[in-house]
């Protein structure tokens, strides 16, 4: 009769111990597909701030280009109008930024502001300037993500 509880009760000790650790197996499978979904979605974040910085970069030295070289007042009022746009769709990828990654954030603001920057341009080569000063903002946000 012991053998026979005996058996029952390894039995159910086995049981029990195969059910933990298939638990615990489950769980960390999920937390590792957590993290892979989690580390697709800041990168894909990254991604659309500087597709969007860069955008936006572009058509503000087009714009200020056409303004500092006395361009027709429709060719910069065109400008104006793609830079507004431009500005626009770089709200949505740097608010995602934000809540993805609050790490990043700063880094962020800092690549956005550097390109706000070149509206304030007093000539060629300050433009230059600040298009360079953006250019490496947006090199420091992929960077500070890169290392994160």
């Known amino acids: 009769m012991w053998g026979s509880v ?12 195969a059910y933990v650790l298939q ?16 580390r697709r979605d800041r990168i894909a974040a990254v991604t659309a701030a500087t597709a969007a ?5 572009r058509a503000m030295w087009v714009r200020e280009d056409l303004r500092l070289s006395s361009a027709s ?16 769709a ?7 930024l934000a809540i993805l990654a609050p790490d990043l954030a700063g880094a962020a603001h800092a690549a956005a502001d550097a390109t ?8 060629r080569e300050l433009l230059d300037f600040y298009r ?14 890169a290392t994160t």
């Open 90 to 96: 770089l709200t949505a990828p740097l608010t995602m």
């Open 132 to 145: 360079r000063a953006a250019i490496e903002a947006a090199d420091d946000l992929v960077r500070a993500a």
């Open 53 to 57: 910085l860069a955008d936006h970069r």
């Open 73 to 88: 007042e429709a060719d910069y009022q065109a400008a104006r109008a793609a830079s507004h746009n431009t500005r626009s």
């Open 6 to 17: 005996i058996a029952v009760l390894g039995t159910l000790l086995g049981s029990v111990t």
């Open 23 to 38: 638990q615990h197996t489950a769980r960390a499978d999920r937390a590792n597909v957590r993290r892979r979904e989690e």
């Open 116 to 123: 706000y920057a070149l509206r304030v341009a007093e000539n």
